[in-house]
């Protein structure tokens, strides 16, 4: 009973929490008088009083949170709290149904960057704040979700910037306490983010286009008040300063903050993980853009590395823009773009996906058991950096990825039981999976998800959900020996 208690106290705290973003867009609509301040007005009142009503009757109870109400907590938040989010959207679209709204919030919280909604360019300025407000607010959610819930569980914290991330993130480096690396890492999420606005107003969007696209790329979010995307903007300066930031979101945030720390790039070159996405990134536009001009689907190299490049980045870091339709390109490059959503950004980032640090240690793994085969009595261990890798993490990962493409695998077999083509099953997976927002085919970005039936959206929430929590912190729900004293 005292666990559904301290899970009942803690949720109430955070709608209360989501309650004062709504008054944000409440205050955006009343100043800009767009049409939308009733709808937030009523979903304002009914958060606030609903996360009271779980809050204040819970609150003499102890706040001992467990490994078993952690997980109960981490489940039921990220799965619950879209549900009160969709109020403002439900109350000004009344046409919307509550499947499509929930499948719209869930994708703004998971950092997907998926949308069910058309017309963009007319939304109220409150509602297309409000769906950028979920993506940037998720992505400060993502490092707390890392650096304070995961050490709960057991399963992650400061694991994610240290035992996964060896070599340039060391203890030392980082605050003593969770609560004041938190608060360091929040500093720099929201600096990076400040900086990011600036730049794209000097790239030439409106100051609310460059808060606007700001927040999604530093969540890497991938939501646009645009239906065209960033194609809407054909700017080369803006795709150029999106990249960058995109990039910046993909690489472990607590490498920013030593890099901040030393006033040195330094870490950034001793880090594996960055060099090793960025490198990958690099070779990766430049051969498809070999690809696409070879294939005359532009005039000339420099144009095609200009768009391969913009949207590779942006679905390899999972973040979901667009500024052409790439269901059209040879297909060879939109299925990397979206193999590389399943590696590339890096543990402690706000990306998703299998994670960089993950690929390095399997690939190590392997290359040491081909040694072993050759020498069947050496002793080989792993390193990454100056630190070894115990079997313990290397268990870990093994078991995290055969979960992940079990997953992947079982519902993508869901939605092709519904009636959807395997293309657009397989695209939307793992676009979802890895938070990475557009797909191919029906779900493509010159498209979107509106499409999907009821059954086939609660899929794609499902697919969003299991992949920002990085699986175990829903699957184990589901095994017996979870639910025994």
């Not at 046409?95 to 929930?102: E, I, M, P, R, S």
């Not at 991938?222 to 150029?240: A, K, R």
Request: glycine share 8%; aromatic share 12%.
């Amino acid at each position: 009973m005292n666990v559904i208690l301290t899970i009942i106290h803690i949720f109430g705290l955070v709608i209360i929490g989501f309650s004062g973003l709504m008054l944000t867009c409440l205050l955006t609509s009343l100043a800009y008088q767009d049409g939308a301040s009733f709808a937030f007005t009523q979903a304002t009142m009914i958060t606030f009083l609903s996360g009271l009503l779980m809050f204040l009757p819970t609150l003499n109870m102890p706040k001992a949170v467990t490994r078993r109400s952690g997980f109960l907590l981490v489940a039921s938040t990220w799965s619950l709290t879209p549900v009160f989010c969709t109020l403002p959207l439900m109350l000004f679209l009344p046409q919307l149904t509550f499947v499509d709204a929930y499948f719209e919030t869930v994708s703004g919280l998971t950092t997907t960057g998926a949308t069910i909604l058309s017309g963009l360019d007319n939304l109220p300025m409150s509602i297309n704040l409000w769906r950028h407000e979920l993506n940037w607010i998720a992505g400060m959610g993502i490092i707390i979700f890392a650096v304070a819930i995961l050490p709960i569980l057991g399963i992650g914290g400061m694991q994610l910037y240290i035992a996964e991330s060896p070599g340039s993130v060391k203890e030392s480096d980082l605050p003593p306490r969770i609560a004041q690396t938190a608060k360091a890492l929040w500093l720099v999420y929201a600096g990076i983010t400040l900086i990011c606005i600036i730049s794209l107003k000097f790239a030439g969007m409106d100051w609310f286009d460059a808060i606007c696209h700001a927040f999604a790329a530093m969540s890497l979010g991938g939501f646009s008040t645009h239906d065209s995307n960033v194609g809407f903007f054909n700017s080369v300066p803006i795709e150029v300063v999106l990249s960058i930031f995109q990039l910046l979101a993909a690489i472990n945030f607590a490498t920013h903050f030593i890099v901040l720390k030393k006033k040195s790039i330094t870490p950034y070159l001793k880090d594996l993980e960055a060099t090793s996405f960025l490198a990958l990134i690099l070779v990766s536009c430049l051969l498809t853009a070999g690809v696409l001009w070879h294939n005359d689907t532009y005039p000339d190299y420099l144009t095609a590395f200009r768009h391969v490049s913009f949207n590779l980045i942006t679905i390899a870091t999972d973040c979901g823009f667009a500024s052409q339709d790439f269901n059209q390109w040879p297909i060879f490059v939109p299925m990397w773009m979206l193999f590389l959503s399943c590696i590339s950004a890096c543990s402690g980032s706000t990306g998703g996906g299998n994670r960089m640090i993950r690929t390095i240690i399997l690939l190590k793994q392997s290359r040491i058991e081909l040694f072993k085969f050759i020498h069947p009595n050496a002793i080989r261990l792993m390193k990454i950096g100056d630190t070894v890798i115990g079997n313990e993490i290397i268990t870990s990962v093994t078991g995290f990825i055969f979960l992940y493409f079990i997953s992947i695998v079982f519902l993508v077999f869901l939605l092709l039981l519904g009636g959807l083509d395997f293309l657009s099953a397989f695209s939307a997976i793992i676009a979802c999976f890895n938070n990475a927002g557009p797909g191919l085919n029906q779900v493509g970005p010159a498209t979107n998800y509106a499409s999907l039936t009821d059954f086939q959206t609660l899929i794609c929430c499902i697919a969003m959900l299991l992949g920002r929590v990085q699986i175990f912190s829903i699957i184990i729900l589901f095994v017996p020996e979870f639910w025994k004293k």
